[in-house]
């Protein structure tokens, strides 16, 4: 990665490349009895692949954006020019934010259920990554998805809701600056429930303006209801995603909130908006 060299960061480092699945996760593991910081170089999945194995450390976690939708790192207001966000590396402004886990298996920015999911699965097998791929996979897929039926226990409360999707937001966007959950907070102990519920095909680009113009909650086919503690049913096992990456979850799924758990560097200006 020649954008590496020259890159202005103060301070020793060392630079390992992984070689697949998981391999990430194994690195930041090892060293963080070694080093304050492990820096992630990727997207929202390589975020959370790094992120997860310092959970509950005192390791800070530094991201250098290179994904196609890079949610949490917008939120967190890290430059996604390389350079500066190297730069951004030599700053001392870190953070303790929540995490969230859906059946024990950690997620730091967004997980889903239902459409994104099914995108989520269909963008990974996808030649073409980036927004413009992403939206032209939700076209072509968003005429023949069906809503679903979901039984939701939110700190206790029940809900049953019919949902064109659900999402779990602990940050506010799902990434490209477009945002299901305006008034999200990754420091507030709470993950947002997101129920988009089923609407006219036609209305699906207004609810999209709605995402880039942070205005989702004003709208009436959008529920969101903050919770700690979540359980879904659904009638069958089926996609979810966790952070962008796509798996199938079981009919049950229990979504929990870990307050205060990941240190990370953030953006200069993310604590004037917190």
């Known amino acids: ?7 202005h960061f103060n301070g020793d480092a060392t ?18 009895n070694d080093y304050d910081m492990v820096v992630a170089v990727g997207g ?22 290179c994904g196609s939708g890079n949610g949490l790192s917008r939120f967190l207001q890290i430059p996604m020019d390389m350079e500066a966000a190297i730069k951004n590396l030599n700053g001392d402004h870190a953070a303790l934010i929540d995490s969230g886990t859906a059946n024990g298996k950690p997620f730091f920015n967004m997980a889903g259920m239902g459409f994104d999911a099914h995108i989520s699965e269909v963008f990974s097998h996808g030649k073409k990554r980036g927004f413009i791929s992403y939206i032209k996979s939700s076209l072509q897929e968003v005429v023949n998805y ?24 602990n940050s506010s ?6 945002h299901i959950s305006p008034q999200a907070s990754v420091q507030d102990g709470l993950l947002d429930v997101c129920v988009i519920k089923p ?26 209801i903050s919770g700690k503690h979540i359980i879904v049913k659904r009638h069958t096992d089926g996609p979810m995603h966790l952070d962008g990456e796509p798996e199938i979850a079981g009919a049950e799924v229990k979504i929990d909130i870990l307050p205060a758990s990941l240190h990370i560097l953030v953006g200069e200006d993310f604590n004037k908006m917190a």
């Open 44 to 65: 929202d999945g390589t975020v959370n692949e790094i992120a997860s194995a310092l959970v509950g450390s005192n390791t800070i976690l530094g991201v250098v954006p």
């Open 146 to 169: 069906k809503s679903q039926s979901y039984h939701l226990e939110i700190d206790g409360n029940v809900y049953e809701r019919q949902a064109f999707m659900l999402s779990f937001a």
């Open 15 to 32: 630079i390992v490349f992984t070689t697949g699945i998981a391999h990430g996760h194994k690195l930041a593991k090892a060293a963080i």
């Open 173 to 178: 966007q799902y990434g490209n600056n477009a």
């Open 199 to 224: 609407f006219p095909l036609y209305r699906f680009v207004g609810l999209v303006i709605r995402m880039f113009t942070k205005t989702t909650n004003k709208s009436r086919f959008v529920e969101i």
């Open 1 to 7: 990665m020649p954008e590496l060299v020259n890159t």
